[in-house]
């Protein structure tokens, strides 16, 4: 079975981070090992959240059990997240030094691949984390990328360039030199994730939902798309697959009423494309 060590928040009643993703990612028999930066009751944005962020020295604790039990080694996806602070950003760094190095008899990939999703602002919002923890993960985990999943805002941010529509997005995602997944992407009255490598580029757009969408629609986006590469699909049909499964989950949302994302709720529906997301390729 996959394993696969998320670096993210624990909300215990919103779905949203890492706790977001280890729902999502087990609908893919892959094994969650979740080691949380804040331990929150509920989304910031319905409120003060509760709890408090987890001090450093518990969090490279955390890191530590999980290497010392052999894990590390049978650790096939890392996915980094939300971080508090800069202390946890460079542990995660040297965690993810220690999960390329460790040995692999018992994995299932033949290494890991590494995802980050740099957590750090928003469009209309601005840095939602201090601008020390945001030039940290640019520094310090970009680097050791194989995927970077930011927003629009979030590669405007760490590139200079313009990311808003789906050409800009891919000319600016190159300036990073990796694979990149670019969320909240605008196209008229179609909103899309942009995937852009070296090699090709895809879009994969849908018309825009309510004004009201629940909060953790990147952090299960990064999941899914995550899972889709780690079974070894194409990047385009991932793509497809990641943001149908999204899509469906956010209508779903709207349908039920739901404040949050129902991750359990859609079963396996959540792996399935959708057709309301069309996929088109851009260079």
């Known amino acids: 079975m996959p394993m696969a060590l998320i670096m993210s928040s624990h ?3 919103s779905r949203v981070g890492g706790s977001a993703q280890a729902l999502a990612l087990t609908q893919f028999k892959i094994d ?20 408090a962020q987890v001090p450093v020295e518990a969090f490279e604790g955390m890191l530590d059990g999980v290497e010392a039990n052999g894990l590390f080694g049978m650790t096939d996806l890392v996915l980094t997240g939300y971080f508090a602070s800069v202390e946890q950003v460079r542990a995660a760094a040297r965690a993810i030094d220690a999960v390329k190095a460790a040995p692999r008899d018992g ?13 750090i602002g928003d469009s209309g919002k601005g840095l939602f984390v201090p601008a020390e923890v945001a030039r940290a993960i640019i520094d310090h985990l970009i680097p050791k990328a194989d995927l970077v999943a930011p927003n629009s805002w979030e590669l405007q941010r760490i590139t200079g360039a313009d990311a808003r529509s789906p050409e800009a997005a891919v000319k600016a995602a190159r300036l990073i030199g990796k694979a990149v997944l670019v969320s909240s992407v605008i196209r008229g009255n179609e909103i899309g994730v942009v995937y852009a490598d070296k090699r090709e580029a895809w879009l994969a757009a849908h018309q825009k939902a309510g004004e009201t969408v629940p909060s953790g629609t990147g952090d ?11 079974e070894g699909q194409t ?13 469906e989950t956010i209508a779903s949302a709207g349908i039920w009423a739901s404040p949050e994302l129902p991750i359990v709720a859609m079963g396996a529906r959540i792996k399935q494309a959708s057709p309301t997301v069309r996929i088109e390729r851009l260079a």
């Open 11 to 13: 909300v215990a009643g």
């Open 235 to 247: 990047p385009s049909y991932g793509l497809a697959r990641a943001v149908g499964g999204l899509a």
């Open 107 to 119: 994995a299932f990939a033949r290494k890991p691949m590494i995802v980050v999703d740099p957590v």
């Open 32 to 51: 969650p090992v979740v080691v949380p930066t804040v331990l929150y009751g509920r989304h910031p944005g319905w409120g003060a959240p509760g709890g």
């Open 220 to 230: 299960l986006l990064t999941a899914l798309f995550a899972a889709a590469l780690l």
